[in-house]
């Protein structure tokens, strides 16, 4: 799978349940991780941060709506959208997932149509680059539905993984990304790539971006990494 369809973590202790999610995710390009309870969640957020959470409300262990407390009450993963997945309907009920921090909820049964619909509408938010969005910084401009980049209205030329550390750095503006979260997000956890070749592609994308006018907008960061601006 490449390293660029953004990933989704799966909670659901209902094993149909779980199968039914990942299959549509992985049929619709993501990429899917499960979890079958609130500790094993936990540790598969530290492990590999998703790009989204679909969060079932009854897990054994740790209630779904104590993952979620717990993930928006740290800094670095309050910005992964939760969709919370409950069979409580009352309106009690939704409020109180969404006042914990949920960035959605859906009561069970769901249409896997709208799960869809809705979880595209969190990342656009959050990974436009993703679901084809174009995103702008400065005089940047990158159309991730047809691959191309301008500066200042010239189209550059880039690779595809200058491409990818382009859109990483775009979606999140002035985010330190360390080497190692580089190598997550553009490569992926499934190839052995080392650290310094992140450096080699930050520095062609430097030359590509230079080259087409105006400052270097990537900003090195001793001992962290690279942010953009």
């Known amino acids: 799978m490449s390293a ?9 202790d209902e094993v149909a349940q779980r199968e039914v999610l990942t299959y549509n995710l992985e049929a619709e390009g993501f990429r899917v991780t499960t979890a079958e309870d609130g500790e094993e969640a936990m540790l598969a957020v530290a492990e590999d941060t998703p790009d989204l959470i679909l969060l079932d409300w009854m897990l054994p262990r740790v209630s779904g709506i104590e993952v979620c407390r717990r993930i928006k009450s ?5 910005g992964i959208p939760v969709i919370m997945l409950s069979a409580r309907s009352d309106d009690v009920d939704k409020v109180r997932g969404l006042e914990i921090g949920a960035d959605d909820y859906m009561v069970k049964p769901y249409s896997v149509i709208e799960l869809m619909a809705r979880l595209r509408a969190q990342l656009r938010r959050t990974r436009p680059s993703s679901v084809g969005q174009t995103i702008t910084y400065d005089d940047i401009v990158l159309d991730a539905e047809t691959h191309r980049v301008t500066r200042s209205g010239a189209p550059l030329k880039l690779g595809p993984t200058e491409f990818r550390l382009l859109a990483t750095f775009m979606e999140k503006p002035g985010r330190v990304w360390g080497r190692d979260q ?24 430097r030359k590509v971006l230079t080259k087409a006018g105006g400052e270097d907008p990537i900003r090195t960061v001793r001992g962290a990494g690279y942010a953009l601006g």
Do not use: A, M
């Not at 660029?4 to 909670?11: N, W």
């Not at 740290?74 to 309050?78: C, F, G």
């Not at 580089?182 to 592609?201: E, F, K, N, Q, S």
């Open 74 to 78: 740290r800094t670095e993963w309050q």
């Open 182 to 205: 580089l190598l997550d997000r553009v490569w992926g956890r499934d190839i052995y790539v080392d650290t310094r070749t992140v450096d080699v592609h930050v520095g062609r994308l």
């Open 4 to 12: 660029t369809q953004p990933s989704v973590l799966v909670v659901e």
